[in-house]
């Protein structure tokens, strides 16, 4: 087995291609070991001392680590995680675990211009990120204010700010009259 790694925008982030499916649909965000404990895949990555997160896409995993350590001395390890994992025929996901697209459910008067969010969101913005080793998911929409909540390489990386800002913001209000402003909501 070959994995590949690519770095990404948030440099306590790297990402790793195992060359084969994570996730079948959806993703899975574990901001934590506690969080890791319906993955067996995220448990064993998250034995490597130093990894402070774990995000799953449809083909990649991407680990955030402490300040405090080196990619050198952890990158073997992680690699050396994932090909075990997949050599031992587990599951990425525990039993009866679902990995969500991250959607929460709106009704109502706005349910339309949520609707549209959605559809935006899902086909111009998470594509676009996933190759960045992240995701965004929508958590709401308020008299004109988009709650965005940023996982994976998205969460914690220095040009999270200007992306939601500059480049998700923007493209929000351009298609969608009601939107004003895009916020981030952490979780």
């Known amino acids: 087995m070959f994995i590949q790694t690519e770095s990404t925008p948030n440099p306590a982030t ?17 901001p934590n070991a506690e969080a890791a404990e319906k993955s067996p895949l995220a448990t064993r990555i998250f034995g490597v001392a130093g990894v402070t997160g774990v995000f799953f896409g449809n083909d990649f995993v991407t680990v955030t680590k402490s300040d405090d350590v080196q990619w050198d001395h952890i990158k073997p390890a ?10 031992s025929d587990q599951p990425v996901m525990g039993a009866n675990v679902d990995a969500g697209a991250g959607h929460a459910e709106h009704t109502g008067e706005d349910a339309e211009i949520v609707h549209q969010i959605k559809d935006l969101l899902d086909s111009r913005v998470r594509p676009a ?22 996982q994976g390489a998205c969460a914690g990386c220095p040009s999270s700010t200007i992306t939601l800002k500059m480049g998700i913001e923007n493209l929000l209000r351009h298609y969608i009259p009601e939107v004003i402003e895009v916020r981030p909501v952490a979780i």
């Open 129 to 150: 990120v996933a190759q960045d080793g992240g995701d965004i998911t929508f958590h709401g929409f308020d008299k004109g204010i988009v709650y965005l909540h940023m």
């Open 78 to 87: 992680i690699l050396g995680a994932v090909m075990e994992h997949y050599q």
């Open 14 to 30: 790297l990402k790793f291609l195992p060359g084969q499916t994570v996730l079948e649909a959806g993703t899975a965000d574990f």
